[in-house]
């Protein structure tokens, strides 16, 4: 036998070691959404179905929670990985007025790095701007934070919370509208409200909350526990999102479709198709990326707005994962 023969089959069973060998499983991940999956969802759903995830060694859960105010809590706890929370809920988990009721909860990234969050009326009602409110019923879903809100956007025409009789709607936010029962409500997302409003063939108008006097935030973050965050982990998944997010917006049409059968006839409706159009360009193009002044900024309001009662350091619940 010659060298060049004995070399190349010693290299053909080397090779078949090699070969033979076990991959190395990938690491699990659970990620519990804030609510019914939607296009908010898009770059976490795109990133499963493309093999994003995988292409990162993780095999990642979503997993719809059965009480969206659950996750967070969840998660501190120790019962999930990840959660799908809001910029304002996290600074108000972090800082209660009592440090020993504070959850151990950091910010780990972003899928939508601005608020989604409106004031709509019907366009064609008697509410055309902030001022108009005055001696108007204005619905809302979840007291404190939207109050807040809401007290903040209508000083800028110079109105206070006496101004306007709050409703409780209970997140039948547009069925409010629809029935007169409220002029406006505040807590609307831009990309659903307005869009099942003109599914019902009605027009809405929208007052952008950062337009008129609240500080810019984070509306969608991904949130981990903080003293069991996986860097490495962590660094993974928002190479995985970003890269998915990058896809989805090169091909949107073909990511609906993912999207859609991925979801089943519960998610690939109307309004969620009309969302997806409006929700693809406020995805954050980089989810890793942290501005600690706008928390900090947002923390003062909450403060201001007496929605908090301590000074928290915000490196204490931000992780920047580079």
Not at 26 to 37: H, I, Y
């Amino acid at each position: 036998m010659t060298l060049n023969r004995r070399q190349t089959l010693a290299g053909l069973a080397l090779s078949a070691v090699v070969t033979a060998r076990p991959a190395a499983a990938a690491d699990k991940l659970t990620v519990l959404l804030d609510w019914f999956l939607n296009p908010d969802h898009a770059a976490l759903v795109i990133a499963k179905t493309k093999g994003f995830f995988a292409k990162q060694n993780l095999d990642v859960e979503l997993i719809v929670p059965a009480d969206p105010s659950a996750p967070p809590k969840l998660v501190a706890a120790g019962k999930g990985d990840i959660a799908v929370s809001y910029q304002p809920q996290l600074q108000m988990f972090v800082a209660p007025e009592r440090a020993s009721e504070a959850l151990p909860l950091v910010r780990i990234g972003a899928l939508v790095a601005q608020p989604l969050n409106a004031l709509v009326a019907l366009a064609d009602g008697p509410v055309k701007t902030i001022a108009d409110l005055k001696g108007r019923k204005v619905g809302y879903s979840v007291a404190g934070f939207e109050d807040a809100i809401l007290a903040a956007m209508i000083e800028t025409a110079g109105l206070t919370l006496k101004d306007v009789t709050l409703v409780n709607v209970n997140f039948n936010l547009t069925t409010g509208l629809k029935s007169k029962q409220v002029d406006a409500v505040i807590g609307a997302f831009r990309n659903f409200e307005l869009n099942d409003l003109d599914i019902a063939q009605l027009k809405g108008r929208a007052f952008l909350v950062e337009s008129h006097g609240v500080p810019v935030y984070d509306e969608l973050i991904l949130v981990a526990r903080r003293d069991g965050l996986d860097t490495g982990k962590a660094r993974r998944l928002l190479a995985a999102v970003r890269e998915a997010t990058i896809w989805l917006r090169a091909n949107p049409d073909a990511a609906w479709a993912e999207f859609a059968k991925y979801g089943g006839k519960e998610v690939a409706n109307e309004l969620n198709r009309r969302a997806w159009k409006d929700t693809l360009p406020l995805l954050s193009s980089d989810p890793a990326a942290l501005d600690r002044a706008r928390y900090e900024r947002f923390a003062a309001f909450l403060k201001a707005r007496g929605l908090v009662k301590r000074d928290v350091p915000v490196d204490s619940y931000v992780r920047e994962i580079k």
